[in-house]
Nanobody
Framework: QVQLVESGGGLVQPGGSLRLSCTAS????????VGWFRQVPGKEREGVSC????????YSVDSVKDRFTISRDNTKNTVYLQMNMLEPEDTAVYYC?????????????????????WGEGTLVNVSS
């Protein structure tokens, strides 16, 4: 009932684009800040791009800030991650997470920050 579900991952060539979706069910996602995170084997999970619950302020890490855009559609209870100019280094399992009224930068950068909800993840594979 109460969950986040990611979709939109897949295999894409370097330089290509994907749009990931994070859709909430059982609760109103508008009341939560939402972040996209990714994890690859042998590395810690890292924040990618996050959006706040109130005014929609966003934050993205330096490695993606010129290529990725996070947005939300309140009517669809969904947060998106538009990923352009994808690189092999972007290959990872991407997760979305929700946390009430959290600043975007903190949500992405503070690795120890607990989340209210996590999705199961969607795989993005950037390869030629």
């Amino acid at each position: 009932q109460v969950q986040l579900v990611e979709s939109g991952g897949g295999l894409v060539q370097p330089g290509g684009s994907l749009r990931l979706s994070c859709t909430a069910s059982g609760f109103t996602l508008n009341d939560y800040s939402v972040g996209w995170f990714r994890q690859v084997p042998g590395k810690e999970r890292e924040g990618v791009s996050c959006i706040e619950s109130d005014f929609g302020n966003t934050y993205s890490v330096d490695s993606v800030k010129d290529r990725f855009t996070i947005s939300r559609d309140n009517t669809k209870n969904t947060v998106y991650l538009q990923m352009n100019m994808l690189e092999p280094e972007d290959t990872a399992v991407y997760y979305c997470a929700a946390r009430g009224h959290t600043r975007a930068r903190g949500m992405c950068e503070i690795s120890s920050l607990g989340m209210s909800y996590w999705g199961e993840g969607t795989l993005v594979n950037v390869s030629s």
